[in-house]
């Protein structure tokens, strides 16, 4: 984009350009999730959308998913590579190549052109998950033999070709998918929110020309960059590390994975480095290494040291936060696996990366650090199939653990970190349209990690399937806690676990591919809680009363463990007998 400068802009028009980006790209959100069937993509958004250059170099991003929309520059880049330039105006792209920039199978990407009077400007671009893809297992695999088992591979695919519908091509994806309508529907909802944002970046470069658009484009990019160098120069040079354990690769039970990441930050550039990490697994339990494994370190770098919360200026993100940030993870690791090693699941992984990057930097930025996250989703296919319809029905959730801690905060209950950012699924949703029914949705009763700033407390979600099914799970965090830092308490692990309290419980493990359910049959979801932040003994009384008040802490922990007296009886806090605990 070097064609296009912007010394000539002046600052009313960029922050004109800068916010007509961002409403393009929120409005093609807009336009995917309220045209969407399927609840994964209208209730929990997962999603990503947003406008590129002609090189793949992202513009402005929708506020949903980062992980969908972080990726979407490299499923753009694979297109091109594939195609070798033969895009028309008015093709329609698919692509779900995780060998070519996609950041797992399920995630389709759609895109369509950007031209201009005969010139190509850029693409608009989406990705959503979609229910099936025709992999080995119904909706989620985790334990299949290479990347053909996952889903249909769509490697740069036209479903339009200069405006003509390739007929042949809708009918292989209905013939080949568990859920045809559903995912049909929704393919036709994401070229609707693509075809807007084409439309909408038109009328744009019509209104004020190619070169105020472009130059605009440009600025904000390099503006982001600045920004971000800015404030990585304040974390000191130095090389930080940190490392933690995932339970499994969802085959070979008993042998742990690690996950090592080493952050060395030189001026105004930082590099994560997974040099040390588990070798590639021979099921679906690795990363892609440019769709996911990378967008993640930018993702954490943004998060940590760019803090819309704390911001006065405006920092749009866009392909400047990629430039300071260097990813290395060795060719044959689990995040930079061999093709065609299978990569279906692969969040627990990256979620892994950036708690342990937080970790490897909490002694130098601790204000913006936090305790452990559960830095595991639920992420659960349920499903069966329609013998009257002949076919299947399938819905997908995600259920989240919670934060650690942080400097100044108690952590977020049943939120984990933002990578993921998809909403909850309405309870009503699951009733009212499929054969399964809640029974129970609720923080989970265990106390919450101490610290000066307590740790988030997990969910407990209880569905019962009312006829025969199956059921998948992608997560983690079974077996290794959520640190604590600076004095805080480490907090739990995860729970997955069938027909609770019955004759028949059983205790799975934390990654499961269609395993089969009987009508009548519940799986019970018990998030991880998130590590305590700071010495419990500086935390403020009336914050562990608040607590006790909640059901977040017993008496005998306030007293133990904070130094806090509790009189039950008037429900205040003995001052004198918490100042003796304290030693005061």
Known sequence: MADFPYDHLDPVTLRVMGGAFNAIAKEMAHVLYRMSYSSIIRESEDLGCGIFDMNGNELCESESTPMHIGSLPFYIRGVLKRLEGKINEGDVIIHNHPYYGSSHTPDLGVMVPIVHQGELLGFAANTAHLLDLGGAAPGINVDVVDVFAEAKLFNAIKLYDRGVRNEEMWQMIIGNVRTPDMDTSDIDAMIASVEKGRERFLALVE???????????????????????????????????????????????????????????AGSDIEIDLTGSAMEVETGFNVPFEGSCKVACYYIVRTLLLDEAELEEFVPQNEGIFRPVKVT????????????????????????????????????????????????????????????????????????????????????????????????????????????????????????????????????????????????????????????????????????????????????????????????????????????????????????????????????????????????????????????????
């Open 207 to 265: 209104k004020y020309g190619v070169d105020t658009v472009m130059g605009a484009a440009n600025y904000w990019m390099d503006y982001s960059e600045r920004m971000l160098r800015s404030e990585i120069e304040k974390v000191p040079d130095g090389e930080y590390h940190a490392e933690g354990w995932l339970d499994d690769d969802g085959k070979n039970r008993d042998v742990p994975l690690k996950v090592n990441v080493t952050v060395r930050v």
């Open 329 to 584: 993870a060795p060719k044959g690791t689990i995040f930079n696996p061999n093709f065609p090693r299978a990569c279906f699941s692969r969040f627990a992984q990256i979620q892994r990366v950036l708690d342990c990057t937080i970790q490897a930097l909490a002694p130098v930025i601790p204000e913006k650090a936090t305790g452990g996250n559960s830095a595991s989703l639920y992420f659960i296919s349920y499903s069966g199939f329609h013998e009257e319809k002949q076919q299947y029905w399938m819905y997908l959730e995600v259920d989240e653990g919670s934060y650690g801690g942080r400097y100044g905060k108690d952590a977020m209950d049943s939120v984990d970190n933002l990578m993921a950012n998809t909403r909850n699924n309405p309870v009503e949703e699951l009733d009212m349209h499929y054969p399964l029914r809640n029974e129970r949705y609720e923080l989970r009763p265990d106390p919450a990690a101490a610290g000066q700033w307590r740790g988030g407390i997990g969910i407990v979600r209880e569905n019962r399937f009312l006829v025969d099914g199956f059921i998948s799970c992608e997560a983690d965090r079974h077996k290794e806690a959520p640190v604590g830092v600076f004095g805080g308490e480490e907090g739990l692990v995860g729970r997955l676990v069938k027909n609770p309290g019955g004759g028949d419980e059983e205790n799975w493990p934390s990654k499961v591919t269609g395993a089969k359910m009987l009508a009548g049959d519940m799986i019970r979801i018990v998030g991880p809680s998130g590590g305590g932040y700071g010495d419990p003994r500086k935390r403020d009384p009336e914050m562990v009363l608040s607590d006790w008040l909640d059901d977040f802490v017993t008496l005998d922990k306030a007293r133990e463990v904070y130094g806090v007296a509790i009189d039950a009886q008037s429900e205040t806090v003995d001052e004198r007998e918490t100042r003796r605990l304290r030693g005061r």
